[in-house]
């Protein structure tokens, strides 16, 4: 069964410290990996995109990898903000890509705290 | 445990008709968003709802509404079809919490094919 599945489920950190958030899945055959951030009530913003090949890839301070072998990503957010506060969500998309076939992963929840 | 309904599953109409796609978010849970997949594409943010007020609004076209209703079931109206809508439409709902961030739970979507 195509399943992702993310951890914590929640998580407070304090302003300026990194934190990284965990994504597993069981989604193949594999096409790509996006991290999202979604702020509440608002649309998903696209943070990274990584395919079977790459291994990391940032956007400013995130920085998200990819282990294909186990089937693990992380993103990893560096010197956070308050503006970080929000759900980040990881999606899996399965070959082909026409197929409609996107998973979308269970969120973290992540609170920033001045 | 109660998920995020929509209806229909599947839809097929012609060009230039219209469609109603229909949302029932998870008990409880106030804020609704509508997303468009097409093939091979990211799901596409359209529109979202909190309290029956839109609270934000992506690529959603002009041709197509949207609204939240009083028992918070949510309607994408769809008018002038074209076959470029033919696509995945899903929905997803949250319960917005003071203060925090909230998880959202994803409908099973509405294929509409438009011929």
């Known amino acids: 069964k195509n399943q992702v599945e993310q951890s914590p489920q929640s998580l407070i950190i304090l302003e300026g410290k990194n934190c990284t958030l965990q994504?597993?899945?069981?989604?193949?055959?594999?096409?790509?990996l996006r991290w999202y951030k979604q702020d509440t009530g608002r649309g998903p913003v696209s943070l990274t995109i990584m395919t079977f090949s790459e291994n990391t890839k940032s956007n400013g301070r995130y920085t998200a990898t990819l282990d294909a072998d186990t089937k693990q990503s992380s993103l990893h957010i560096t010197a956070s903000q308050l503006s970080d506060s929000a759900s980040y969500i990881c999606v899996v998309s399965a070959l082909p890509s026409g197929t409609y076939k996107y998973i979308f992963g269970t969120g973290t929840r992540l609170k920033v705290l001045a | 445990a109660a998920g995020v309904i929509q209806s229909p599953r599947h839809l097929i109409k012609e060009k230039r008709e219209t469609a109603t796609l229909k949302c029932y978010p998870i008990?409880?849970?106030?804020?609704v968003y509508w997303y468009q997949q097409g093939p091979g594409q990211d799901p596409q943010f359209l529109i979202s709802?909190?309290?029956?007020?839109?609270?934000d609004k992506g690529s959603i076209p002009d041709r197509f509404s949207a609204q939240q209703f009083s028992d918070y079931h949510s309607e994408l109206n769809m008018s002038s079809l074209e076959l470029g809508d033919s696509a995945l439409y899903f929905c997803a709902s949250s319960w917005r919490l003071a203060g925090g961030p909230n998880e959202q739970f994803f409908g099973p979507g509405t294929r509409l094919t438009v011929l």
């Open positions: 008990p409880r849970h106030d804020t």
């Open positions: 709802f909190y309290e029956k007020m839109q609270s």
């Open positions: 994504c597993n899945y069981t989604v193949s055959p594999f096409s790509n």
